[in-house]
């Protein structure tokens, strides 16, 4: 009896390595990433679920909840005349966002301390751009939204200190699509302000210095810069905060499929 017990549990791990093996694949295949097949199934598991959570896939309790979210900030912009017209144009950049999002990057409305959505304040993490000194990195962007969005861009900062020409010591970020009086259209939208940000990581713009240290460094010293770029990165490393809401969620469905078939 017990004999049959531990040969039942491997041919569940034998399952999940199955399963594990062709999703990976597949995954791997679609975004040349050979690294998946390095190490065990279990260290390709946990790698699989690194981009499964930054493709900010959502279970559906979590969908749920935006949606709640979402019918009490409608309701509560009704009563504010000045920020309706922001208010509804943010909800329809989460939607759009939510149906259409860079693959790695994730952006959602902060919350208050009623854990109502505060769609004036978003949260952002932004991947670093592949095959670049940026890409072990994933780096947290705040974007900041007035009441008179769309007219007038969101202010988005880095974390303070952060290194680059192009990001003032206090974090905030020098781009033309961010500058009222340059680049900036109300028709731009939240995805393309992220992918305008990562853009700027690995393509400075010299001609619009924001800090003296990076600047004169990838100027006059562009070998020291990228190791100084690589060392900020290691700052940044993954989020895993999000793997045990999708590891959980992944195997519910699994679960859900094979109780379905029986």
């Given at each position: 009896?017990?004999?049959?017990?531990?040969?039942?549990?491997?041919?569940?791990?034998?399952?999940?390595?199955?399963?594990?093996?062709?999703?990976?694949?597949?995954?791997s295949?679609?975004?040349?990433?050979?690294?998946f097949?390095?190490?065990?199934?279990?260290?390709?598991?946990?790698?699989?679920?690194?981009?499964y959570?930054?493709?900010?896939?959502?279970?559906?309790?979590?969908?749920?909840?935006?949606?709640?979210?979402?019918?009490?900030?409608?309701?509560?912009?009704?009563?504010i005349?000045?920020?309706?017209?922001?208010?509804?144009?943010?909800?329809?950049?989460?939607?759009?966002?939510?149906?259409?999002?860079?693959?790695g990057?994730?952006?959602?409305?902060?919350?208050?301390?009623?854990?109502?959505?505060?769609?004036?304040?978003?949260?952002?993490m932004?991947?670093g751009?592949?095959?670049?000194?940026?890409?072990?990195?994933?780096?947290?962007?705040?974007?900041?939204f007035?009441?008179?969005?769309?007219?007038?861009?969101?202010?988005?900062?880095?974390?303070?200190?952060?290194?680059?020409?192009?990001?003032?010591?206090s974090g905030?970020?020098?781009?033309?699509?961010?500058?009222?009086?340059?680049?900036?259209?109300?028709?731009?939208?939240?995805?393309?302000?992220?992918?305008g940000?990562?853009d700027?990581?690995k393509?400075?713009?010299?001609?619009?210095?924001?800090?003296?240290?990076?600047y004169v460094?990838?100027?006059q010293?562009?070998?020291?810069?990228n190791?100084?770029?690589k060392?900020?990165?290691?700052?940044?490393?993954?989020?895993?905060?999000?793997?045990?809401?999708?590891?959980?969620?992944?195997?519910?469905?699994?679960?859900?499929?094979?109780?379905?078939?029986?």
């Amino acid at each position: 009896e017990e004999k049959r017990e531990n040969d039942d549990d491997d041919d569940d791990d034998d399952d999940a390595e199955r399963v594990f093996s062709i999703v990976i694949a597949v995954f791997s295949r679609l975004l040349d990433e050979r690294f998946f097949f390095e190490g065990d199934w279990k260290r390709r598991r946990r790698k699989f679920f690194i981009i499964y959570s930054f493709n900010n896939i959502t279970s559906e309790e979590e969908e749920e909840e935006e949606e709640e979210e979402e019918s009490k900030t409608t309701h509560s912009s009704r009563t504010i005349t000045m920020s309706s017209i922001a208010t509804q144009r943010l909800m329809a950049e989460r939607k759009a966002w939510r149906k259409d999002r860079p693959f790695g990057f994730s952006a959602s409305p902060m919350k208050d301390d009623t854990g109502t959505s505060n769609f004036f304040k978003w949260k952002c993490m932004i991947p670093g751009p592949k095959d670049t000194i940026w890409d072990q990195g994933f780096y947290p962007v705040t974007m900041e939204f007035s009441k008179d969005y769309p007219v007038k861009p969101p202010k988005c900062k880095f974390p303070e200190g952060f290194y680059h020409p192009n990001i003032y010591p206090s974090g905030t970020v020098c781009l033309s699509i961010l500058n009222e009086e340059e680049g900036w259209s109300p028709s731009i939208t939240l995805k393309q302000i992220l992918l305008g940000i990562q853009d700027l990581l690995k393509s400075p713009n010299p001609k619009s210095p924001a800090q003296s240290p990076a600047y004169v460094m990838y100027t006059q010293d562009r070998t020291e810069y990228n190791r100084l770029v690589k060392e900020q990165s290691k700052k940044y490393p993954a989020p895993f905060e999000r793997f045990e809401v999708c590891a959980r969620d992944f195997f519910f469905r699994l679960r859900k499929k094979k109780k379905t078939r029986d």
